[in-house]
């Protein structure tokens, strides 16, 4: 195939140096975050479980993504690597792929599942003993997860190795790719996306390995309705419209007890601190996912109503849209750094910069030795405030935690 010098560089750059960096940053972020998360002895239990799972989850995104984005991209384009690992190479194509989509899957939704936690503990207080406990959400993530491998399962069926005589590798099986290259509606995704994977390697003499597309995922109704419905529904549409929901009643719960905070005597600033972290980490994951949700968009528009599109055009807007995913599950681990006190200082305790001591007189939840009291009244989350009589406040908000 013969690729443009410009894309081949676009794709050097972006593939192997921006997402290698923001894979190797978000790994160590993630993994901190779990450690740090663990420290925390002023955010509610079931937030913090959920905030660690949703760290797992980004961090093996990335981890696929080395082999995905970074690694491939070093096999198709440069003569970076060993020739043994050339030869293998089809084999990760084949079986490693599956991995990005349960991983990306199992993200998105945790974040979902993160929020609605945040909803129940802030808005629906008295429902939170019911719901919002351990046990439940530990049963609620080993559901999301396996629901994301039964849900991408298909997936590992779309491609299949096969040992073929050189002299029938047909040469159509490549696309020439230059400016005026075009893809119409007679032209699948898969085979587009067939031809950004190096898909042969050479055997013995006279034959070769080849990556090729099966006959499932050739079909058009399993295109059409598995591919693009079913996959725009459950991994953008379905969750897009649940965090819009769970994040506006955040952000009006975040307002009211502004308003309180001016009439009581208790600000419940941790607990509204951690709201306003957990809004903020939607926001960017909303931002981060738009441009994949538009280019599915355009993909029905101009892939199923006939009407041709730049292939160019295709390729540079697949290597953004992968950037986005990258940067959304390397970053929370920077808001929580900006956003969160007490995830500050217990980071400076970790890495020496800071006095215990006087960490404890800074931040007084800072969790010194001594166990902390449990919370079995969501006081400290923002609104819940107001479903307490003025006359116990006072008694009761020393024992709670955000």
């Known amino acids: 195939m013969a690729w443009p010098a410009a894309y081949v560089r676009y794709r050097i750059v972006v593939y192997i140096y921006i997402v290698g960096a923001l894979c190797a940053f978000g790994i160590a972020g993630n993994v901190l975050s779990i450690v740090v998360l663990g420290r925390d002895r002023t955010i509610r239990r079931t937030t913090v479980f959920l905030m660690q799972m949703l760290a797992v989850a980004d961090a093996s995104f990335l981890v696929s993504c080395l082999f995905a984005d970074m ?14 690992v050339r030869r293998g190479w089809l084999y990760v194509v084949r079986y490693f792929g599956l991995m990005t989509s349960v991983t990306w899957t199992a993200s998105v939704w945790m974040v979902v599942l993160l929020t609605a936690d945040r909803y129940i503990a802030i808005c629906r207080p008295l429902h939170a003993a019911q719901y919002s406990t351990l046990p439940r959400l530990r049963r ?3 559901v999301l997860w396996v629901l994301a491998a039964v849900y991408n399962l298909p997936g590992f069926f779309e491609l299949k190795l096969a040992e073929v005589e050189t002299d029938h590798v047909i040469p159509s099986d490549s696309l020439a790719l230059n400016g005026s290259d075009v893809v119409s509606n007679n032209s699948t995704m898969a085979d587009t996306l067939l031809n950004l994977t190096q898909n042969s390697t050479p055997l013995e003499s006279g034959r070769m390995l080849k990556l090729q597309l099966s006959a499932m995922y050739r079909n058009q109704v399993y295109q059409v309705v598995y591919k693009t419905c079913l996959d725009f529904l459950v991994r953008f549409l379905l969750p897009l419209v649940a965090l819009v929901f769970f994040n506006q009643r955040l952000v009006c719960a975040l307002y009211e007890s502004d308003q309180m905070r001016r009439h009581s005597t208790t600000d419940g600033s ?16 909303i931002v981060c996912q738009l441009p994949g949700g538009a280019w599915r968009v355009c993909w029905v528009l101009y892939g199923y109503a006939g009407v041709p599109f730049s292939l160019i055009a295709f390729y540079y807007s697949v290597a953004a849209v992968n950037l986005m995913l990258v940067v959304n599950s390397s970053i929370n681990v920077v808001i929580y750094c900006f956003m969160g006190r007490q995830f500050r200082a217990i980071l400076l305790r970790m890495i020496g910069c800071g006095g215990e001591r006087a960490n404890a007189r800074r931040n007084p939840e800072v969790d010194t030795g001594h166990s902390a009291v449990p919370m079995h009244h969501v006081l400290t989350d923002s609104t819940s405030i107001s479903a307490v ?3 116990t406040r006072k008694s009761n908000v020393s024992s709670g935690r955000g």
Not at 73 to 78: E, G, I, L, N, Y
């Open 71 to 84: 690694l491939h991209t070093a096999v198709k384009f440069t003569d970076w690597l060993p020739v043994a």
């Open 389 to 391: 009589p003025v006359s």
């Open 270 to 285: 941790t607990g509204r601190q951690h709201t306003c972290m957990l809004v903020v980490v939607v926001i960017v994951f």
């Open 140 to 142: 609620a993530v080993a």
